[in-house]
């Protein structure tokens, strides 16, 4: 019910909206005034830094593989400008932890710290932080040969080194607040999947509360002071329908609708009112009313007709729709064409399988988190790709539309991230939303960068399928 289509809009808005609050997470800075205290404490928090993305690089698991070196937090130490000067450096001159580097990659090699970590196949933020502090705290900082080390260092201090640690300290917790918000933000992906999944039940229920909403103006007719001919023997056809019965005995839509307590009445009976009488005013309806006679195709198709001309295009109800979920204004396309096949399933003879399951299989179910997740971890490395290619005589990359970014980094994550999905079906899908959320010229540009991008991954090995 809920298809890769909806799960790359709502990724690309949730990414949109991440970008936009995302905290930088930053290395201290050099202090102010600095005294000899703070210059050492300063200069020993840098060397601690680069003695962790060298082990990072030292510790091996068995095939070669570098956990640690795939870890969000050395890859952000290793952006950094003052770590990638003292990389530079210290390939020139000697290392100050030189001499220990090989005992500490061993004794972190054979660390519960390490295995642990080492044995998860997928790491949170947290996991990717915490695996560091651990090491720094348990490893590092308790060794005899650093503590020697450190001892002999120009202008060294207890209160130093204790300064030094307090800013290890602030790291790891800036770091985790910097990216903490990305479970926040996964949780709101899947909020906001569960509201597409309530969108369609809404909708499903729908003509079995305008059928209650009928059988109630007609039981009132009956009983008005002065009554007509047409109160006393009302046509009865629409409250009969065979269609609205099926749904109310459906056993995934009884379950669903009690387990969630939803209902258009009586908080939106206005709502209801409005489209119960545009119902009976339409040709639809006044043709089925009028049929010499009806059978169950026939009242499916008049409900099938009923939402795709008037419910789903009704003003009042998709703003009726807005007011109660932000997620539903973008929803209502996608979910209204699942509904209209639904109503087609409950044609079939088979009516207890009529209920479209939530996603289409586990890969489905997945897809949305695993993409959000790699658009983020590879973000500056994807807009690396995106900036390369921009042409400077007709693009700024400064000024390139926000939502057009976003767009890029999503599609070029599902490009390399997803190998099951071919690279024309992810262009073609995100120039479309990029002609639906962008500017006018957005799909064109998207449709071109993609292009050059995804040839210069073949040329590199990094693209493989087609």
Known sequence: MINRVLIRIKVVQLLYSYLLLEKQFLLESQPSSPTKEKRFAYSLYLDFLVLMTRLAKDVEKRGGERPLMDNRFISN???????????????????????????????????????LYAK??????????????????????????????????????????????DLMATTFTNFFSSQGHVTDALKQLSQSLDKARELYFRLLILPVELTDLREREIDANRHKYITTHEDLNPNMRFVENEFVAELRRNFDIQKFVSENKLSWLPDDERTLNSLLRTIKESDIYSDYMNFPATDYQTDCEFWRNIY?????????????????SVFW????????????????????????????????????????AELFAAAVRNRETYRSYIDRFVNSSSWDSERLAFMDVVILLTSIAEILGFPK????????????????????KSGQFINGMLASITTMLREDGQLTKE
């Not at 932080?129 to 002999?152: C, H, K, M, T, Y």
């Not at 999905?421 to 006018?440: D, F, G, L």
């Open 120 to 165: 998860k196949s997928e790491h949170t933020p947290g996991d990717e932080v915490s695996v560091w502090s651990e090491i720094f705290n348990q490893i590092i900082i308790p060794d005899q040969a650093i503590g020697e080390l450190i001892s002999r260092r120009e202008n060294y201090t207890m209160r130093g080194l204790e300064r030094s640690k």
């Open 308 to 324: 795709k001309y008037i419910i789903l295009n009704d003003p009042d109800f998709l703003e009726a729709l807005e007011d109660k």
């Open 77 to 115: 130490v290793l952006n950094d400008d003052k770590i990638k000067s003292l990389l530079a450096r210290y390939r020139m001159e000697d290392f100050p932890f030189a001499d220990v580097e090989a005992k500490l990659t061993q004794a972190v090699k054979d660390s519960g710290i390490f295995k």
């Open 421 to 440: 999905i071919p690279t024309t079906v992810s262009i073609n899908e995100y120039i479309e939303i990029a002609k639906c959320y962008s500017t006018p």
């Open 329 to 368: 204004n973008d929803d209502i396309d996608i979910i209204g064409t699942f509904t209209l096949k639904t109503v087609k399933r409950f044609e079939s003879e088979n009516h207890e399988d009529a209920i479209l399951p939530m996603f289409k299989d586990e890969e489905d179910a997945r897809f949305g």
